[in-house]
């Protein structure tokens, strides 16, 4: 049996019609790539914790696990959130499944895909801030497909990789714990239609008429064909619903609203996914976590007709209140809503839990495990959540939010107000959130205040690594290889 983290308790031939141009056959499109017991400290949740490997029934209980990330998908894009959006497959999963209600990433991608893989807070990576993944490689940090790996897990990446370093090869793939992976990489080509794109160290041909959303569901579909009858572990960070917006294949002719067909695209392709799943009799034995990665860019939105507070790149509610929808047919209770505290650094925890997979030693793990509430168990849920953005950061539990320069918010109103305690009232509930609060911030030490980072500094290295990276790009694609 495994004990829980974070809780004192025990493929056929034919054209690829839809990859939109490419014009080549399933065949050749994978030719292109070539073919125990640990102590943890886990301070998300404020105790100790054991985790135990259980390989020998690894081929009988390990389930699959799919993680699909949006990009910049804030609650108000989702319609059982109370968002405007239209995207029926993501209801009906929630309807199915298990929808969170308080689940917080960072306010922008970098850090949030850093705590997701890693399962540690921004300032221990030193990765607060987009343009420095480079703090957080293969020699620091041990990412959940590493470990999952080793508990027999093949694993894949598809999608989005550039704000975390080193994933233009396969070589670099396999440093981090993925046996294969087609990344969009963005210096050498568009987000949306005719991408860059780059498997396994070599450049995938496109025309005009290519679509990358399509060519990454098409390799996703493979992969689990491929991958179907032992477990496997995929990591789908989407290219929707990024900006600079374009038309979808669906979209129709003159004008339109391009945040609504991005957003009813990708929820199509989800249930295109859950779709193949059936298909291949796949979905009693696969978890699937559907996340966005940050706010809607530019302005948070609205819930219920209310515009909530913050967008993408702001600590305010709407940076970092996501939705987050899980779908385990037979173990998730149906319709089931959990308002449960969930971060970024809780992936971790949760599919080791299930998988049965060793979780790294020496490293301080912040992750908090929420297998209970995907089953529709009470558990012992994480008291409090930890976000950072550069030089800015907040603890926050159910009611109550405590920032960086000292000031306490009464969150009861969110996502749509927080509001300022000012000192002189401060008294009763307010003070004793307070000393709680508090406290979480005294235990991280030194090492929370080392890590601030000045945002002018940020984005120096942010156009300096660009540039450097846009070179590199260049020079492999103008040799034929992305090695």
């Not at 959130?433 to 080392?450: C, E, I, N, T, Y």
């Amino acid at each position: 049996m495994i004990s829980v983290l974070c809780r004192e308790r025990a493929k056929k031939g034919g054209t690829v019609g839809n990859m939109n141009g490419i014009g080549i056959s399933r065949r050749q499109f994978l030719a292109m790539a070539g073919g125990g017991m640990t102590a943890i400290s886990l301070s998300g949740c404020m105790t100790e914790g054991r985790v135990e490997n259980s390989l020998k029934e690894r081929n009988v209980n390990q389930p699959n696990i799919i993680l699909i990330l949006a990009d910049d998908l804030g609650i108000p894009g989702v319609g059982c959130y109370g968002g405007i959006y239209k995207t029926p497959r993501l209801d009906a999963m929630a309807r199915e499944g298990v929808r969170f209600e308080y689940c917080f990433s960072a306010p922008l991608c970098a850090p949030s895909r850093a705590m997701l893989m890693t399962g540690r807070f921004p300032f221990r990576t030193g990765v607060v801030d987009n343009g420095i993944g480079d703090k957080a490689t293969p020699k620091t940090e041990t990412i959940i497909a590493k470990i999952l790996k080793q508990a027999g897990y093949v694993t894949a990446m598809a999608g989005k990789w550039h704000q975390l370093p080193l994933m233009n090869s396969a070589e670099e793939a396999k440093a981090w714990g993925f046996d294969e992976f087609l990344k969009w990489d963005k210096f050498t080509g568009e987000r949306y239609w005719k991408p860059g794109l780059n498997r396994n160290g070599q450049p995938v041909p496109v025309t005009e008429k290519s679509y990358a959303p399509d060519i990454l569901h098409e390799y996703v579909v493979d992969f689990i064909a491929r991958h179907k009858d032992r477990p496997f572990f995929l990591y789908y960070p989407m290219t929707l619903i990024h900006a600079k917006l374009f038309k979808t294949p669906d979209s129709g002719v003159g004008g339109g609203d391009l945040l609504a067909d991005n957003i009813a695209y990708m929820d199509k392709l989800v249930g295109k996914l859950l779709d193949e799943l059936e298909k291949l009799k796949l979905a009693e034995k696969t978890l699937v976590v559907f996340v966005g990665d940050n706010g809607l860019a530019r302005y948070g939105g609205k819930i219920s007709g209310r515009e909530i507070a913050g967008h993408k790149g702001t600590v305010l509610e709407g940076g970092s209140r996501v939705p987050m929808v899980v779908s385990w047919k037979g173990t998730t209770t149906g319709g089931k809503v959990s308002k449960d505290l969930v971060e970024f650094t809780d992936f971790y925890a949760t599919f080791a839990e299930v998988a049965g997979a060793k979780l790294p030693e020496g490293l301080k793990i912040d992750s908090c495990s929420f297998v209970p509430q995907i089953k529709g168990e009470a558990g012992k849920p994480r008291e409090w959540i930890f976000i950072q953005l550069g030089n800015k950061w907040y603890v926050r539990d159910a009611r109550w939010k405590l920032n960086q320069s000292d000031e306490l918010f009464d969150m009861k109103d969110a996502p749509f107000a927080e509001h300022l305690v000012a000192a002189g009232d401060q008294n009763g509930d307010a003070a004793g959130a307070r000393a709680k609060l508090q406290k979480v911030l005294d235990d991280f030490g030194p090492a929370l205040q080392a890590s601030s980072v000045l945002e002018k500094k940020v984005k120096k290295k942010v156009k300096k690594s660009d540039k450097k990276a846009k070179g590199q790009s260049k020079k492999r694609k103008k040799t034929g290889t992305l090695k």
